[in-house]
């Protein structure tokens, strides 16, 4: 593994291993770091880079007043310094809202598209979940946010299951999240309030896999199935028991899943 500065964007990037080179996209909570377990997993023959989103993890913070589309340009600016002309993306919710408009923008730099947990906009529901997350975000406090926001992510089988788990995270939540964080979490639940590609999605022509998840309430399987239905080369699999964290929840089975159509 290599870890590297990107110093013009002041991102941190991560590149694993040697071949067919794949993107991944962080979820809004997510970091370089939430992939560790992930990479090692993929199949051979693929180049595996992870990276933060300015206002994630160890990249620079931006100000307030940017939308989505600054990480559009920035994975470009990315693919460009890496010398990369065509990549496969795997996008995961945030994720793959970015990757949806980096294909509809540059769709010469795209080869293959992985989407779990995706949207092509941002409904009433998705609204309405954005401002608990902005409200308990400006709380600064990992407890607080933990309570208000995991909720929405992690399923009701893996609350069920895995309780211990969750409340040592919520005590990780609280002890190392800090105000940079939570403001970088907040610009970002902010920059994709006008998000909306459900017009256009229809014209990429890259073959695509949508994965949901049965309990996911934010992206929803039905949703999921729409959007599969506007792209002509899609499939959509969906991932039984699992919500919006369906990437962790099942990680061995998400894991196949995407070894297969690699």
Not at 141 to 150: H, I, P, T, Y
Not at 225 to 248: D, P, Q, R, V
């Amino acid at each position: 593994m290599i870890q590297l500065i990107f110093e013009d964007l002041g991102m941190h990037y991560e590149v694993h291993g040697e071949g067919e080179p794949l993107i991944l996209l962080n979820g809004i909570m997510m970091s370089a770091l939430s992939w560790k377990d992930h990479v090692p997993k993929f199949k051979e023959g693929y180049q595996i880079i992870t990276y933060d989103m300015r206002d994630q993890g160890q990249s620079a913070r931006l100000e307030e007043g940017y939308t989505i589309d600054v990480h559009v340009e920035d994975l470009k600016k990315l693919l460009d310094y890496l010398k990369i002309d065509k990549v496969n993306l795997l996008g995961v919710s945030y994720g793959s809202q970015v990757a949806l408009l980096f294909v509809l923008k540059y769709p010469e730099r795209v080869n293959r598209m992985i989407l779990p947990n995706a949207t092509d906009y941002i409904d009433n529901y998705l609204q309405a979940v954005g401002e608990v997350w902005k409200i308990a975000a400006r709380s600064y406090d990992g407890e607080k946010f933990f309570d208000l926001a995991l909720p929405f992510i992690y399923s009701r089988p893996f609350y069920d299951t895995n309780l211990e788990w969750l409340l040592n995270r919520r005590k990780m939540f609280k002890e190392t999240l800090t105000k940079p964080w939570f403001d970088g979490l907040y610009r970002l639940a902010c920059s994709n309030a006008d998000y909306d590609v459900r017009d256009k999605i229809s014209k990429i022509d890259k073959e695509v896999l949508f994965i949901s998840g049965e309990e996911d309430i934010l992206t929803p399987h039905s949703h999921m199935m729409e959007m599969h239905e506007k792209i002509e080369n899609s499939t959509l699999i969906k991932l039984n028991g699992t919500g919006h964290a369906l990437f962790f929840e099942k990680l061995n089975d998400f894991m196949e899943i995407i070894n297969d159509f690699l």
